[in-house]
C-alpha cells in the first residue's frame, strides 16, 4: 500500500465512525422551504475528499433546513468560473465546491467556496484554507458545514458542537461525550451507580453531574482536557440538579441538608452555599436565564409541580405556568426569550415550548414518555431523552416543531442528555 493510499484509509477511518459505538440518527421530519444546495465533490485525493464531502453533506441535511440536489459526479473546479444559469434552471440556491489536497507529513489542505446562485456571487471565496492531519477532517467538515448554514442563513450552525448524555447498559453506567451528529463517543466517567444531570459549563470545558459512586447523590465538576475532577456538592443528605451561572462562577444545586429539597448556590469549589428561598414544599431542576438574572425551578408548592422563577440573588417566586397540573424541567432558550418544559396532558409526558413574552405554548412532540430538554447553542433544536419499543432514546425537534430526529445506539438505553456550548 502506497503512503498516499495509507493516510487516505486513515483519514476515513477517522472521518467515519464506528455504527455499533455511536449514536445513530434517523431523520424522522424536515421542514418545509427547505434551501437547495449542491455540495459537489471535492477535488484532490478521492477517497478522503468523499469522506468529508459526506459529513459535509449529512451536517445539512440533518438540520431540516436544506434539501440536497445531486450535483453530478465530477468534481467542480474552485477556480473553474460557475454556470449559474445551468444551476438557476435547477433550483439550486447555493453551490459548493472544494478540494482537499495532500500536503507532507500526512496532512491536508482544505478548501471550499460557497456560491449563492440567485445572487450570482461567491458568498464564501476560499473558506477554511486549513492543514488537517487525518483526524482532524471530521472537524473539519463540521466547521465547513457551520460555515455554510450561517452563510445561507444567517444564525450560526451548531456542528461543531457537542453533545453529553448518559448510557445504561446491563450493570454499567457511561456519560459519553459525542460530536453534534452522535459521532466519535468518548467515555468521561464509567461507573456501577448511576450517573443524571450532566450539564456543560459556559465555556465548554467541564461538566457538572450528580453520580451515586458514594451510595448517595453528589455533585462533581469534571474538566474534560485533563480528566480531573472534584466535589461541588456533598453535604447531609441529597445533593443534586446542578446548574451553571453563565460566568461559570456558580452552580444552583438542589440539597436537603436542613429538610426538604430547597435550591442553594455554590461556588464551583463547592464553597459558600447559600440558600436562596424557602418552601414548604419540595423546590427542583433549577436552571440559569443566559443573562443570569433569574433561576427557573420547579416546586410543588402551590399543590402540583410547576414552573417558577426567582431572582438569581434570592428573594420572591414568580409562578409562570398555570396550564394543566404538571409543568416540569424549565429549560431557558440561548436568547432568554422561550422556555422548553415537559407537560403532562392526558397522560402523556411532551415537551412544550411557551413564549416568554406572551405565555402562548406549544407542544412540539407527539410521543408519551420526554423528559431532560436541552437547547442547542443557536435555539434552532432541542434534544431531549424519550422512549421506544421500552428503550431509552434521544430525540431532536426543531423549535417550531417540523424538524425531527431520533438518535439512538443498539441495545443500550440512552438518557440525559446535554447539548454544549458553541466551541470557541
Not at 23 to 35: C, F, H, K, Y
Not at 161 to 166: D, G, H, L, M, S
Not at 278 to 287: A, C, K, L, Q, V
Amino acid at each position: 500500500m502506497t503512503r498516499i493510499r495509507f493516510l487516505a484509509t486513515l483519514a476515513l477511518a477517522a472521518v467515519s465512525a464506528s455504527a455499533s459505538a455511536q449514536l445513530s440518527v434517523e431523520i424522522t421530519g424536515a421542514g418545509a422551504n427547505r434551501i437547495p444546495i449542491a455540495i459537489a465533490n471535492f477535488e484532490g485525493e478521492r477517497i478522503v475528499s468523499q469522506a468529508l464531502v459526506s459529513v459535509v453533506r449529512a451536517d445539512l441535511e440533518r438540520s431540516g433546513v436544506f434539501r440536497l440536489i445531486e450535483p453530478g459526479a465530477a468534481p467542480l473546479g474552485e477556480t473553474v468560473a460557475l454556470n449559474y444559469g445551468d444551476w438557476r434552471s435547477r433550483t439550486v440556491d447555493g453551490v459548493v465546491v472544494g478540494s482537499v489536497l495532500p500536503l507532507a507529513e500526512g496532512r491536508y489542505d482544505t478548501r471550499f467556496r460557497l456560491h449563492d446562485v440567485p445572487k450570482q456571487a461567491l458568498l464564501v471565496a476560499q473558506g477554511l484554507a486549513h492543514a488537517s492531519t487525518p483526524y482532524q477532517l471530521r472537524a473539519t467538515a463540521h466547521r465547513m458545514a457551520d460555515t455554510i448554514y450561517e452563510k445561507l442563513t444567517g444564525e450560526p450552525g451548531v456542528f461543531s458542537t457537542r453533545i453529553a448524555y448518559v448510557v445504561k447498559s446491563t450493570g454499567r453506567y457511561e456519560l459519553q461525550i459525542a460530536d453534534a451528529d452522535g459521532a466519535n463517543p468518548q467515555a468521561a466517567l464509567a461507573s456501577r451507580e448511576p450517573i443524571i444531570s450532566p450539564t456543560w459549563s459556559p465555556d465548554g470545558n467541564k461538566l457538572a453531574y450528580v453520580s451515586f459512586e458514594a451510595k448517595k447523590p453528589v455533585v462533581w465538576v469534571h474538566d474534560l482536557a485533563s480528566g480531573r475532577r472534584h466535589v461541588a456538592a456533598n453535604f447531609k443528605g441529597s445533593n443534586s440538579a446542578p446548574a451553571w451561572s453563565p460566568d461559570g462562577k456558580a452552580l444552583a444545586v438542589v440539597l436537603t441538608k436542613d429538610g426538604s429539597s430547597q435550591i442553594y448556590t455554590v461556588r464551583v469549589d463547592g464553597s459558600g452555599a447559600t440558600r436562596l428561598a424557602s418552601s414548604p414544599g419540595i423546590d427542583t431542576e433549577p436552571r440559569y436565564s443566559p443573562d443570569g438574572a433569574w433561576i427557573y425551578f420547579t416546586s410543588d408548592r402551590g399543590g402540583s409541580p410547576q414552573i417558577y422563577r426567582i431572582p438569581a440573588s434570592g428573594g420572591a417566586a414568580e409562578r409562570i405556568t398555570f396550564n394543566g397540573s404538571y409543568n416540569v424541567t424549565p429549560r431557558p432558550s440561548p436568547d432568554g426569550k422561550s422556555l422548553a418544559f415537559i407537560s403532562r396532558e392526558g397522560g402523556r409526558f411532551q415537551l412544550t415550548l411557551m413564549d416568554l413574552s406572551s405565555r402562548q405554548t406549544q407542544i412540539l412532540t407527539d410521543s408519551v414518555k420526554d423528559e431532560s430538554p436541552s437547547f442547542a447553542p443557536n435555539g434552532r433544536m432541542i434534544l431531549y431523552a424519550s422512549e421506544s419499543g421500552g428503550r431509552g432514546v434521544l430525540a431532536a425537534v426543531s423549535s417550531d416543531g417540523s424538524v425531527k430526529q431520533r438518535l439512538s445506539i443498539q441495545a443500550a438505553d440512552v438518557r440525559e442528555p446535554a447539548w454544549g456550548p458553541f466551541v470557541k
